[in-house]
């Protein structure tokens, strides 16, 4: 039996000082109700990463910071682009790997995700791999083996120490940012089929995630009814109460679980 993990990706969303101040009153609702089974991170913009990390550590807030993106190689000439050794400088532990937002809007193959996990991972970043189908693949039925194909083409040749700092996160594309959550079922089916493709890639006890649209009101049923590890949360993470609300909801099913 694990702990949840609960991401807040906020994209590109808060300044540094709108982000210290997230924190901040993050910090304030952990020290009036600590989370005994759920680990919480946030994925804040490059920009705000230090101001972010330093909060964190000054205040010893109870939880994490990752990057929404990395570049594969460790340095060179790369205009705009940021390294793996440059986050870990920083503190940061996580990093997400192949957001959908990334592979549509930048060209992110699924080649690039797989030399990007492969890179971050060989340097010492928890990746976690976003994987998700579009509509019209769900609508064609052809979303367990879209799915699926992108698990292989990602997991494949990653080592034993690099499959231990690996998380997937299931967001199907339809429900990103449009309020449309997936049904309970249909979360439960393929994060179950995502757990059978990682174990017979030898990703045994991996977590998997949920992602899209995720809010303070449906949290609970997908925690408790979807299979789920824990959530990938974008809109619903910029605000302190709404984000909390949401850890909580894992919280509840976790304590109960460990019962
Ligand atoms: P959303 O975003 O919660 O705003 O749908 C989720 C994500 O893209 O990670």
Redesign the pocket.
């Given at each position: 039996m694990g702990r949840a993990l609960v991401m807040g990706?906020w994209?590109m969303n808060l300044d540094y000082v709108e982000a210290v101040h997230l924190v901040q009153q993050l910090g304030v609702l952990a020290s009036s109700r600590p989370l005994e089974h759920v680990d919480i991170a946030v994925v804040p913009p490059f920009v705000d990463l230090r101001s972010v990390t330093s909060v964190v550590e000054s205040e010893r807030v109870p939880l994490t910071v990752g990057a929404q993106h990395v570049h594969p190689l460790e340095s060179g000439a790369h205009t705009g682009e940021i390294s793996a050794p440059m986050l870990r400088r920083l503190g940061v532990t996580w990093v997400l790997v192949g957001?959908?937002?990334r592979r549509q809007m930048y060209a992110m193959t699924d080649e690039v995700v797989a030399q990007t996990l492969q890179s971050a991972t060989r340097q010492g970043l928890a990746g976690v791999l976003c994987v998700g189908e579009a509509l019209e693949v769900r609508e064609s039925g052809r979303h367990l083996g879209v799915v699926a194909d992108q698990l292989r083409s990602a997991l494949e040749g990653l080592n034993e120490a690099q499959r231990e700092l690996v998380t997937i996160?299931y967001?199907p594309i339809w429900?990103?940012?449009?309020g449309l959550t997936a049904a309970t079922p249909q979360v439960r089916e393929m994060t179950e089929q995502i757990r059978v493709v990682a174990q017979s890639l030898s990703l045994a006890d991996v977590r998997v995630l949920y992602?899209?649209?995720?809010n303070a009101d449906n949290a609970a049923s997908l925690v408790n009814e979807g299979s789920l590890d824990g959530f990938?949360?974008?809109?619903?993470s910029l605000k302190a109460e709404s984000f909390w609300a949401i850890c909580e909801a894992a919280e509840d099913c976790y304590s109960g679980r460990a019962k």
């Amino acid at each position: 039996m694990g702990r949840a993990l609960v991401m807040g990706n906020w994209k590109m969303n808060l300044d540094y000082v709108e982000a210290v101040h997230l924190v901040q009153q993050l910090g304030v609702l952990a020290s009036s109700r600590p989370l005994e089974h759920v680990d919480i991170a946030v994925v804040p913009p490059f920009v705000d990463l230090r101001s972010v990390t330093s909060v964190v550590e000054s205040e010893r807030v109870p939880l994490t910071v990752g990057a929404q993106h990395v570049h594969p190689l460790e340095s060179g000439a790369h205009t705009g682009e940021i390294s793996a050794p440059m986050l870990r400088r920083l503190g940061v532990t996580w990093v997400l790997v192949g957001h959908s937002e990334r592979r549509q809007m930048y060209a992110m193959t699924d080649e690039v995700v797989a030399q990007t996990l492969q890179s971050a991972t060989r340097q010492g970043l928890a990746g976690v791999l976003c994987v998700g189908e579009a509509l019209e693949v769900r609508e064609s039925g052809r979303h367990l083996g879209v799915v699926a194909d992108q698990l292989r083409s990602a997991l494949e040749g990653l080592n034993e120490a690099q499959r231990e700092l690996v998380t997937i996160a299931y967001e199907p594309i339809w429900a990103i940012g449009t309020g449309l959550t997936a049904a309970t079922p249909q979360v439960r089916e393929m994060t179950e089929q995502i757990r059978v493709v990682a174990q017979s890639l030898s990703l045994a006890d991996v977590r998997v995630l949920y992602g899209g649209s995720v809010n303070a009101d449906n949290a609970a049923s997908l925690v408790n009814e979807g299979s789920l590890d824990g959530f990938l949360v974008g809109g619903a993470s910029l605000k302190a109460e709404s984000f909390w609300a949401i850890c909580e909801a894992a919280e509840d099913c976790y304590s109960g679980r460990a019962k």
